[in-house]
């Protein structure tokens, strides 16, 4: 199965602990994929000419991710000023995000030709490109979207019907809003609680997956990236719910004991 993730690449930046992580959606989600066994993983977007953008190449470069269609252009790769509580629960303040030239960044035909020669594209519905990749997508059913914490449920109902798998980070309400949706449309939604675990509707059931609790929650950056990758790997390896809560599960609490979502 061929993967792409697109089109959220940046550094995070920890100033309370004077260090840097690469890091975004779309690099988080590809790392974990090859780490829960795919045969290949891809990811496509922009990055400055920068040291920033350097080391996003590098880390695609070490972990065997395609970036062929990684694009550099003048300006500033993203990069997210991200601080710490005490419980290891990540804060933004106003000023926290930079969007560089992930913000201008847009796909050219090359870039759309390349995107539908993939099995699955995973992207998160806020990026720029995502409106765009409802009508570029040569087929339904390779979408994996990630709705993150915005309960656009007038946008849900339109993509959801198009999409492989959505993700959405919500509570009960959402899994009640959402539950007749599954039923009508057959695309599983998966809706992740953090600390409280996570749900799953597939044809309108409800599957329910607890948290793994770790000894000291370092840093929640990327769980939700790397429980959305491992479930993807799992689900598409044998369409077992359980058990792709379960891989989810596992790859989230390990993102939880380090900074960083890689």
Partial sequence: MKILAMTVCCMDVYPQNNMTCVGGNSVNFATQCMRS????AAVLGCVGADAYGAAIRNH?????????????ADGATAHNMIYISESGERFFRPDSWCGGVYQTFRLSDADWKF??????????????????????????????VDFLDRHDFAMMEVVIPAAALAFISGDSRVVTRLAALSRTTGTPVIVTHGS???????NGELVRQ??????????????????QAAFVISWFAARDVKAAMA????????????????
């Fill in 37 to 40: 066994g795919a045969s290949r």
């Fill in 60 to 72: 695609l470069e070490k972990h065997t991710i395609d970036h062929s269609h990684l694009h550099t």
């Fill in 115 to 144: 995107v539908n020669a993939h099995d699955l594209v995973a992207m998160p519905s806020v990026d720029p490109n995502f409106p765009d990749a409802l009508s570029h997508l040569a087929h339904s059913g390779k979408l994996v």
């Fill in 196 to 202: 409280e675990g996570s749900t799953a509707l597939v």
């Fill in 210 to 227: 607890k948290a793994i609790p770790v000894d000291t929650v370092v840093d929640t950056t990327g769980c939700g990236d790397a429980y």
């Fill in 247 to 262: 891989a989810g599960a596992v790859a989230a609490a390990r993102v939880l004991t380090r900074h960083g979502g890689v």
